[in-house]
């Protein structure tokens, strides 16, 4: 049997940005030689969308490149155009053209003249940190109201100066998820305070928790450095368990106090109601090469899709709108099967939102890749975030991957995994951890650094999980952390207070 056992995501660190640039053109730009008569639009220019650059390719600021800067993919094969004439790798593996440069002053403002190891000539690239969330993320912006002006209070000993948010709660608000970011370095939630009650966010209610530097057992997460960071911990859901329901104090005002040790923070808050329809977007990125266009009538996907309809029937939740969208080529050849948990992070950012309204924000997004091999390990699927970041596109943060080698041979184990990641993305932590019971330096750390344990009182617990497998009293949770082959025909279940944090998800909605 193939081992299945998921990984728990991690999370939020980074990725390169390139989401919304095009497939390269059948007729590519001819390439200019000199520093003379460069037309707009051509390689190295600044750009809002992919229309404004001759190659349709805009290397966007909302992904962190100031002002925007057209380039040519996969120019390995095709000619740069412009001043943009040294075909470099970015930070995904994808050549693009860059400028050459010698010194800073010759980038364009927010750019500085680096050179990237392996390379013989130095480009202009990102200076430093990543996507200030306080420029980008149009419209999300301005449907989410981010609040990038929070009150600077103090200094923290260890993660450097304090902020302070304040927020008022609408009066039906049932569930809240709070999403601190910033453009460089990191966020860490302290506490918040609530109209009645001071949590502290270290110590009593610290699920959110994911202190990814200090992991050091997956040492893939050190070299993605800085580029397009939104913050170090997850999103902090109220509440990620029904214990916790009395922090919802529907109509009052809340402070959330976070410490940034580099940017000025940034925060959203985005409220739940107990809803009954989640909205999917699906990215194909290998899917058996299957595209957008032929998803929409595949009788596999389809299957899929009925199967977790019914896997969320006991929890009352449907999938309401399911939406599908290629990506483009240079993202299918770099992602299609996935080596890192790094490639995740990568992926994920390349999700868009799908339309300029809230209600079409609040939707999860699913790239859904041929296969997944990490480190010898074969892995399922894994989410962005436990939660994500609601309603925000493009970012590592959001969105889930999970791999489809079965669909069309067992869609029924394709729809356990995409029922379980997003189970994870609302919220939902495994059952046990797969750590549990080994005594292992990673369970050690697991433990001390993200409080892994579910939340969530009414779910079993496997002691000895490595030596139980799948006779775990756990094993027929959708969250156990592996899936069951098929023939034990076990069919995954949700308690009442998997259900009650599942429909109170800010992604759950009418
Ligand atoms: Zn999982």
């Not at 790798?89 to 680096?114: F, I, K, N, V």
């Not at 922090?247 to 808050?269: I, K, M, N, Q, R």
């Not at 990568?346 to 997004?365: F, I, M, R």
């Not at 025909?489 to 944090?501: C, E, F, H, M, Y």
Request: charged letters at 20%; one cysteine or more; aromatic letters at 8%.
């Amino acid at each position: 049997m193939r081992p299945s056992l998921h990984i728990l995501s991690f999370a939020l660190f980074v990725a390169a940005c390139l989401i919304g640039c095009s497939d390269e053109d059948d007729a590519p730009a001819p390439t200019i030689k000199g520093r003379t008569e460069v037309p707009e639009g051509a390689d190295g220019k600044p750009c809002i969308t992919d229309d404004d650059c001759n190659s349709e390719s805009c290397l966007m600021q909302s992904h962190g490149f100031p002002d925007g800067h057209c380039t040519t993919f996969n120019c390995d094969r095709l000619d740069c155009s412009g001043e943009a004439s040294v075909c470099a790798a970015l930070w995904d593996g994808t050549p693009a053209c860059l400028l050459p440069c010698e010194a800073d002053e010759e980038c364009r403002d927010g750019y500085t003249c680096q050179s990237v190891s392996g390379q013989a000539e130095s480009t202009c690239l990102p200076a430093g940190g990543g996507i200030d969330p306080a420029e980008a993320f149009e419209p999300t912006r301005d449907l989410l109201a981010f609040d990038c002006a929070p009150t600077e209070i103090g200094q923290d000993d260890i993660y450097g100066p304090t902020y302070t948010f304040t927020f008022d709660l609408g009066a039906e608000a049932q569930s809240f998820l709070m999403v601190p970011m910033v453009a460089e370095g990191v966020v860490v939630p302290l506490s918040m305070q609530t109209p009645s009650t001071s949590v502290d966010l270290q110590t009593d209610y610290r699920h959110h928790n994911a202190r990814l530097g200090e992991l050091d057992f997956i040492p893939d997460l050190a070299e993605t450095g800085t580029f397009g960071q939104v913050g170090l911990d997850w999103p902090i859901l109220v509440p990620y368990a029904p214990q916790y329901a009395d922090y919802v104090e529907a109509g009052g005002t809340y402070e959330l106090t976070v410490a940034a040790d580099t940017a000025t923070p940034c925060l959203y808050v985005v409220e739940g109601k107990t809803g009954t329809t989640i909205d999917l977007n699906i990215y194909l990125v290998g899917a058996g090469g299957r595209t957008a266009e032929d998803a929409k009538d595949d009788p596999d996907l389809a299957a899929v899709f009925a199967r977790v309809d019914e896997i969320y029937a006991q929890a009352g939740i449907e999938l309401g709108e399911v939406r599908f969208f290629d990506v483009p080529a240079h993202v299918r050849e770099t992602f299609r099967v996935l080596r890192s948990q790094v490639d995740v992070y990568k992926l994920t950012a390349y999700g868009e939102p799908p339309d300029e309204t809230l209600d079409g924000h609040l939707s999860v997004d699913l790239f859904l890749v041929d296969d997944m091999q990490f480190h010898g390990a074969n892995v399922l699927g894994i989410s962005a975030g436990v939660p994500g970041a609601a309603g925000l596109h493009g970012n590592p943060r959001n969105g889930l991957v999970f791999q489809t080698v079965d669909l069309g041979a067992d869609n029924d184990h394709v729809a356990h995994i995409l029922a379980h990641e997003v189970g994870h993305y609302v919220g939902l932590r495994h059952t046990t951890e797969v750590y549990k019971g080994t005594n292992t330096d990673a369970e050690r750390q697991i433990d001390r650094m993200m409080g892994v344990v579910d939340p969530i009182e009414d779910t079993a617990i496997c002691e000895e999980i490595q030596q139980t497998g799948f006779d775990c009293p756990d094993a027929d949770n959708l969250m156990f952390p592996a899936a069951p082959p098929a023939h034990l025909s076990i069919d995954p279940r949700l308690t009442p207070g998997q259900k009650a944090v599942f429909q109170a998800s800010p992604l759950v909605k009418r």
